[in-house]
C-alpha cells in the first residue's frame, strides 16, 4: 500500500470540499472494498477524507410516504429496518444475499452502490484493463469470460457491476441525491446513475469528480411481492453469477431487474410489460431484457440461467398467492 494522508470531515459540503483541493483524494467510510484496492495498489488515492462522521446514518420517511436512506447508513441496519422489510423486501432479501455478516456492518450504502468491478483481470496487476488502466487494453477479451457481461458491454470493457443492493434499487426505482464541492445539491435516478463502459470503462457512474452522495431516496412502496435469486457459485460470500431482482404483483405483472450480466444493474421497461405468470410469461420478459445481447463462449450460459430463475420466482409467487 502507497502512503496517504488522511483528514476527518464533519460536514457534507465540507467532505466534497476536501476531495475539490486535493488531487487524487477519495472519500472513505466502511472501506470494505477502497482497502483492498489500496493493499493491491490498483486504487492509490494520496489522501483519504474520512465521511463517518458528517451525519448521513439515518432512515426517514418522505413527505410523500417513500424513504431516505443517508448515506452511511450500514447495510446490516438497512436489511434489519422495520419499513424496509415490510415495503421493499426485494431491497432486505438482496443485501443479505451479499458479502457476509461482518462486512454488511460494516459496509455503508453509499459504498455499496460504488464498488468497483470484480472482474479478475481488474483485479490482476498483471493484466491489461482499461478500467483500472485506460488505454492498456481488455484482456478479457480473448481470455477467461465465464463470470463477465453478455450484455452492454463494449470492445474496451466485459466487466459486470458486483452490488446485490443496486439490482434491488433499480427495481425499485430508487433516486440517488448528492452534494458537490460548491454546495449544489442534485437528484440522479438510479436508471441514470451507472455508466455503460463504452470507450471509457475507468468511469463506472456519472458523478463529477468529488461529488459525494448524501443519500437514496425510494418512492412509496408499490406492493406485490418482493424477490431476490442470486445464482452463485457457492452459498456466501460469492458475488452474483445471474441474478433477478422482481417484484410481482397479484395480476402476474410487475417489475424485473438483472444482476451479474453488465456494467450495471438491467432492466427494460420493455420486459416489466411483458412479464406474465408462467414459464411464457419469464420467456418473453426475458427477451426484452436480453435483446441485443452478445454472450461470449464461456458466458452464454447466463441468458438461459437468467430466465430459469426468474420463471422460478414466478412459480414461487403463484404458489404463494394460492
Not at 502512503?3 to 475539490?20: D, G, K, L, M, V
Not at 486504487?43 to 410516504?65: E, F, S
Amino acid at each position: 500500500m502507497k502512503a496517504f494522508t488522511y483528514e476527518r470531515a464533519r460536514t457534507p459540503a465540507e467532505a466534497a470540499a476536501a476531495i475539490a483541493r486535493t488531487p487524487g483524494a477519495r472519500f472513505i467510510a466502511g472501506g470494505t472494498n477502497l482497502l483492498d484496492l489500496m493493499k493491491l495498489e490498483i486504487d492509490t488515492p494520496a489522501h483519504l477524507v474520512d465521511v463517518n462522521h458528517i451525519g448521513l446514518d439515518q432512515i426517514a420517511a418522505t413527505p410523500d410516504g417513500g424513504l431516505r436512506i443517508g448515506a452511511l447508513v450500514r447495510n446490516t441496519e438497512l436489511a434489519a429496518d422495520a419499513t424496509v422489510r415490510r415495503g421493499y423486501g426485494v431491497l432486505s432479501r438482496a443485501l443479505l444475499a451479499g458479502a457476509s455478516a461482518q462486512l454488511r456492518n460494516k459496509a455503508t450504502t453509499a459504498g455499496n452502490l460504488l464498488q468497483r468491478t470484480r472482474c479478475p483481470y481488474f483485479y490482476d496487476t498483471n493484466q491489461a484493463c482499461n478500467k483500472r488502466q485506460p488505454g492498456s487494453g481488455c484482456a478479457a477479451i480473448g481470455g477467461f469470460t465465464r463470470g463477465l457481461a453478455i450484455i452492454g458491454h463494449s470492445d474496451a470493457c466485459l466487466a459486470t457491476h458486483p452490488s446485490d443492493m443496486a439490482v434491488a434499487m433499480r427495481a425499485l426505482d430508487a433516486v440517488v441525491e448528492t452534494v458537490r464541492a460548491d454546495g449544489a445539491t442534485r437528484s440522479i435516478a438510479i436508471a441514470d446513475f451507472y455508466r455503460l463502459p463504452g470507450n471509457a470503462p475507468e468511469r463506472d457512474t456519472n458523478l463529477a469528480p468529488g461529488e459525494l452522495i448524501t443519500s437514496v431516496v425510494l418512492p412509496p412502496p408499490v406492493g406485490g411481492q418482493h424477490f431476490y435469486r442470486k445464482v452463485r457459485d457457492r452459498a456466501s460470500y460469492a458475488f452474483a453469477l445471474v441474478s433477478v431482482a422482481a417484484i410481482v404483483q397479484p395480476d402476474g405483472s410487475g417489475r424485473v431487474a438483472l444482476g451479474g450480466v453488465a456494467h450495471q444493474p438491467w432492466r427494460r421497461a420493455e420486459a416489466d410489460s411483458a412479464l406474465q405468470q408462467g414459464e411464457q410469461g419469464a420467456r418473453a420478459a426475458m427477451a426484452h431484457l436480453l435483446d441485443g445481447a452478445r454472450p461470449t463462449a464461456d458466458n452464454g450460459y447466463k441468458a438461459v440461467l437468467a430466465e430459469r430463475t426468474l420463471h422460478a420466482i414466478l412459480e414461487q409467487a403463484t404458489k404463494e398467492r394460492a
